[in-house]
């Protein structure tokens, strides 16, 4: 319908929008660098009007907002956090009380390694909401950069009794555990990431770990792989994966 409608309508912004998007996805989905190269050119066009006001907003039952967001959660999909943090701070300018953009900018601003800012944008954010989850790891991920591990370790708490299965929130309290020494208590933590997941900050917090501890972490449930002592990934076959 989309296509169809930016066929007939090009400079309707919302469908433009959506098609871009929706192209993203496919491409994503099909692993193709070429299409996924366009639809990405297709909405940094998009990107550049919205910092420029050159697009006509469609309709008052479509939220400004809403449409913000999905532009940057499609960035941050792709791995493209440094080029849409001048309009993540553009949005934001345009809707200083939206805490959602605030989080998107906060992520933004810690992929630039604008740590400071990144704390000031967040901790803005949770004055004005103190349940948004997204908020409290993102905030605990910049104390955790900065150094300020025991305000880190208290962000990331928060988060888990908010979202308890969540797999990165676990794999940042394992790491700040670690740097307190409270090793048992790490394990936990990365074991609990591997029920929900994996990744490579789980793989690098599981070498990380084994080497304080000297010996290998053994996954449970939902756990595709271990890490050895020496450091080499292990995948166990899928006939012998434990089950969820």
């Given at each position: 319908i989309h296509r169809l409608i930016v066929t007939l309508r090009p400079a309707y912004f919302w469908s433009r929008l959506r098609l871009a998007l929706l192209d993203c996805k496919i491409a994503q989905s099909t692993d193709d660098q070429d299409a996924l190269a366009t639809a990405i050119g297709k909405l940094e066009e998009i990107a550049a009007g919205l910092m420029e006001d050159m697009e006509p907003w469609p309709s008052p039952l479509v939220s400004r907002i809403t449409a913000y967001t999905d532009v940057i959660d499609m960035f941050m999909r792709v791995g493209r956090l440094s080029r849409i943090l001048p309009l993540a701070q553009r949005l934001v300018s345009d809707e200083p009380e939206s805490v959602e953009l605030l989080s998107k900018l906060g992520i933004c601003q810690i992929d630039a390694e604008q740590y400071e800012a990144a704390?000031?944008?967040?901790?803005?954010?949770?004055?004005?909401?103190l349940s948004h989850g997204d908020v409290r790891y993102r905030l605990a991920m910049a104390y955790y950069r900065t150094g300020r591990r025991d305000e880190a370790l208290a962000e990331v708490r928060v988060f888990l009794a908010k979202m308890p299965h969540d797999h990165f929130g676990y794999v940042l309290l394992c790491n700040l555990l670690l740097d307190r020494g409270e090793t048992d208590a790490a394990e936990l933590a990365l074991q609990r990431a591997g029920e929900f997941g994996s990744s490579r900050e789980m793989e690098q917090a599981t070498t990380r770990c084994s080497g304080v501890l000297g010996r290998s972490i053994q996954f449970g449930a939902g756990v595709d792989?271990?890490?050895?002592?020496?450091?080499?990934?292990?995948?166990?076959?899928?006939?012998?994966r434990p089950s969820l």
């Open positions: 704390i000031h944008t967040l901790e803005y954010a949770r004055s004005l909401d792989f271990y890490r050895d002592f020496d450091g080499s990934v292990i995948r166990i076959p899928e006939p012998f």
